[in-house]
């Protein structure tokens, strides 16, 4: 059974530089690491220290507050150092690869003989349990609580998304081993978001809506909204459809394996493409001679909406899959605010790039404007396709009032689905890390 | 780097205006002028990486724009209803039409902008936050909907009241209940009565007063409708030839306005639409059941006088002061148009009721997208199960 849900709000971002259907030389690199600051909300603690030798799967840390959630090592060799930031805050656990890719072995066999238990604990053990997230505030999943549905999204609708359709055409078997490992975790439903056509469709064990329209299609939140919605009180854990993959490995082999395809994307990239690499690794290989250095170039693990800003010493995050580089902006445009704008790219409709809607364009991290109150009225609505009042929702967060959060659906979304938002603000107002405080005040106030 | 030399100047002189700096109390001065120059050059530190290249003051200048062919159309029609007056109007040429009332606005404009953007900078300061662009709209919108001989110490006594009791007091651009610019035309019209309505007001004479031809009424079409004369072309009131407040009379122009606002996507064109279907609406009840020569003419014309068409395209449409939800903008414009007219057609006090139903509906606006905030609310409380 499945239907096709039209998304009529929301936007493409129209982005110079996506990436070529080409799969380029695998990267033979030797450092990764793994980052604490990819998950909300996460205190770790250390379990491995410098020199400490370690295999893919061996925990360099868990989380305090919920000590069976692990973080393991990607790859096998050496911890080289662990980074600390300000309040010896740990920004990431660096190792240096032997080459081997030995894994630490974990259970593995008929996935049907296997019980919730063993299954948690292999997903628990193997690291790969926190690629999983959990709503509503978009938090490491509970290990102790049973979801009432999982989702999965089997596409990326963000700017210069990989296309999974591409990346995942053989790893099918692996996808199909990963749902039913995880449908032992609930006794809800297990719900896949699909594009229209797409070759996932086989896939059994699961519940298939198709999401047609710009994005946020793809982002799991919309399709959550859409099919079967958060209220008070529900839990439900959510997943990308790669992080299947490395689930359905883990039980067929017994070992992490986190190799999958890297989509390489940006107006500031020499060749777009895509590229065999272990999550963890550093950005240097991926963007190494493969820039045009014609201007002050950005460097994020991820997309150009949610992605983290990596320095060109950084490392690209574990559950991101793309790389994309755009110029820095930061320089100043004389009257830029009377300019008629034909190369200026908008969402809305005052400048003159509207009359030419194929083009795309190189979009800078520059703010284009000062921040101010809100104005304007109308705008995010049009880019957040659920049944929510964005601004009213933000300002019950920015004066604290709990009842309203919830009342206006802060169970909904997290920041991803609210990051076009951010994008086509006027007023420059920071809709992401607003709507974090929010969340975070939330899971407090449940505590 | 393109433009880098105004940069560096800025920044050399920076340091005075900073804390501690020798000019440091003109430190909003100096911001506000620099981000009037150039686009700054901050980049995205946390959130989304890109921005639309939308900001606010590309927003409130491109409503400035839109104002401008009702405002020289304004200077022109001062011009031509001083000549006419006179009896004169035959002999003057096009542009000294113009020059005549261009000379006599421009002070208004000039006062209304000193006046205001002076509070403004010192409120900037005062708080220490960036110049917010609001006043550069409602600037230009006070000359416009004021009678033309309204002297300039009002035009400042009433920039200061907006400015100072509806916007800043609530905490400046964004933050205010009522169109700042309304507020300053209600001010002017409750505290110096005689200067904004009556037959005197709206046509300057200035010193030819001896040579006012025989006949001549300075009154508006609907000053004279409500005493039951009903007396105007409606050709000239659509094309804007007939006395009223400097920039309310064309309604051509403001529609070329209202266009270039609904094109650029920056007015509400629902908001537009309502307010114009409520007044049609309510013209077409009037009548009906019409009882005297106001009530009966034709439902359609009140698009056309008065200042109609310059509330709904510029007043009402204020992001700040409408209501903020789509459907809570339909009621707001649908309920401005209706009772605008009812204002107009059955009071016997005002001639003109646009003004007073705007600032009305700002202050129930907030009332409105209560109502449409909790039906999401009830919608979303109706679908989780009720044990919870």
């Known amino acids: 059974m499945s239907n096709t849900i039209k998304i009529k709000k929301g936007f493409d971002i129209k982005l110079k530089g996506k990436a070529d259907l080409t799969v380029g030389k695998a990267i033979e690199a030797s450092r990764y690491a793994v980052k604490p600051t990819d998950f909300s909300g996460l205190k770790p603690k250390l379990s491995v220290k410098a020199d400490d030798i370690v295999k893919a799967g061996t925990p360099l840390f868990f989380d305090k507050a919920q000590p069976e959630v692990k973080f393991t090592s990607p790859v096998s060799g050496k911890v080289i150092s662990v980074n600390r930031g300000e309040r010896r805050r740990i920004l990431e656990i660096e190792i240096e690869s032997d080459g081997k890719f030995e894994s630490v072995d974990f259970s593995k066999g008929e996935i049907n003989s296997l019980d919730r238990e063993t299954v948690k604990q292999n997903l628990l053990n193997s690291g790969l349990w926190p690629l999983m997230v959990q709503r509503p505030f978009g938090v490491i999943p509970e290990p102790d609580v049973t979801p009432r549905d999982i989702f999965i999204t089997g596409f990326d609708s963000a700017p210069l998304a990989p296309d999974y359709e591409f990346t995942l055409k053989d790893e099918k078997e692996s996808i199909q081993t990963g749902i039913d490992a995880i449908s032992k975790l609930t006794e809800g439903k297990i719900y896949l978001g ?254 | 780097m393109k433009g880098q030399g105004i940069k560096n100047f800025f920044d050399k002189h920076r340091p005075k205006f900073e804390k501690g700096g020798k000019l440091h109390p003109f430190q909003s001065v100096f911001e506000g002028f620099e981000t009037f120059l150039y686009v700054p050059d901050k980049t995205t530190k946390k959130g989304s990486h890109v921005r639309d290249y939308i900001d606010l003051k590309r927003t409130m200048i491109f409503v400035v724009l839109a104002v401008v062919p009702t405002m020289l159309f304004g200077m022109y029609n001062i011009g031509y209803q001083h000549f006419h007056a006179i009896g004169e109007f035959s002999q003057t040429g096009f542009w000294e039409v113009f020059f005549y009332g261009f000379l006599r606005v421009l002070p208004v404009i000039v006062v209304s902008y000193a006046v205001g953007l002076g509070i403004e900078f010192t409120f900037a300061q005062i708080k220490g936050h960036e110049i917010n662009e609001g006043y550069l709209v409602s600037g230009i919108l006070i000359p416009l909907i004021i009678p033309i001989d309204t002297p300039l ?236």
Request: overall charge neutral; hydrophobic content about 45%.
């Open chain 2, 153 to 388: 110490w009002m035009v400042a006594i009433a920039v200061a009241f907006s400015v100072i009791i509806a916007k800043e007091a609530f905490g400046g651009t964004g933050m205010n209940i009522w169109n700042p610019a309304l507020i300053a035309r209600a001010f002017l019209f409750f505290a110096y009565p005689a200067h904004m309505s009556g037959d005197s007001v709206w046509i300057r004479i200035g010193q030819d007063a001896d040579k006012v031809v025989d006949g001549f009424s300075g009154a508006t079409p609907l000053g004279l409708a409500l005493t039951g004369n009903i007396d105007y072309n409606i050709w000239d009131a659509f094309w804007g030839f007939i006395p009223g407040s400097i920039g309310e009379t064309s309604t051509f122009a403001i529609l070329l306005g209202g266009a270039f606002l609904i094109i650029t996507g920056i007015g509400s064109w629902r908001i537009m639409l309502a307010t114009t279907i409520g007044a049609l609406f309510t013209g077409l009840i009037l009548n009906a059941f019409a009882v005297n020569p106001f009530m009966e003419i034709p439902f359609w014309h009140h698009l056309f006088l008065g200042g109609f068409a310059f509330g709904a395209v510029f007043m009402a449409t204020d992001p700040v002061s409408a209501a903020q939800t789509n459907r809570g903008k339909w009621i707001y414009g649908l309920l401005i148009g209706v009772l605008a007219i009812i204002i107009r057609v059955l009071n016997p006090a005002y001639p003109e009721g646009v003004m007073l139903a705007i600032l009305l509906m700002n202050t129930f606006a907030p009332l409105i997208d209560h109502y449409v905030v909790q039906g999401n609310v009830r919608k979303r409380l109706k679908r989780a199960p009720a044990t919870v």
């Open chain 1, 194 to 447: 699909l594009r229209p056509g797409s070759e996932f469709a086989s896939l059994k064990g699961v519940e298939i809506n198709y999401f047609d329209g710009p994005h946020p299609a793809g982002n799991v939140g919309v399709q959550i909204h859409k099919t079967a919605p958060i209220n008070k009180g529900d839990v439900v854990w959510t997943l990308n459809i790669q992080t299947l993959v490395y689930i359905g490995r883990l039980f067929t082999t017994g070992k992490l394996n986190l190799e999958r395809l890297v989509a390489i994307t940006g107006s500031e990239v020499k060749k777009t493409g895509y590229v065999k690499a272990i999550a963890g690794l550093a950005i240097k290989p991926f963007i190494e001679n493969n820039t045009k250095k014609e201007v002050k170039e950005r460097f994020i693990s991820g997309n150009v909406l949610t992605g983290v800003k990596v320095e060109e010493t950084g490392y690209t995050g574990l559950t991101q899959n793309q790389v994309t580089v755009i110029p820095e902006g930061d320089e100043i445009e004389p009257f830029g605010w009377i300019s008629p704008g034909f190369n200026k790219f908008t969402a809305g409709k005052a400048f003159l790039s509207r009359l030419m809607p194929k083009k795309e364009y190189a979009l800078n991290a520059n703010y284009h404007g000062g921040e101010r109150a809100f104005v304007i009225s109308g705008q995010y609505e049009k880019v957040l396709p659920m049944d929510i009042l964005p601004v009213y929702l933000l300002k019950a967060i920015l004066v604290n009032d709990i009842d309203k959060m919830e009342n206006l659906g802060i169970f909904e979304v997290i920041e991803e689905d609210m990051a076009l938002c951010e994008y086509v603000c006027t007023s420059k107002i920071e809709v992401q890390s607003i709507l974090r405080n929010g969340m975070d005040t939330m899971i407090k106030e449940l505590a």
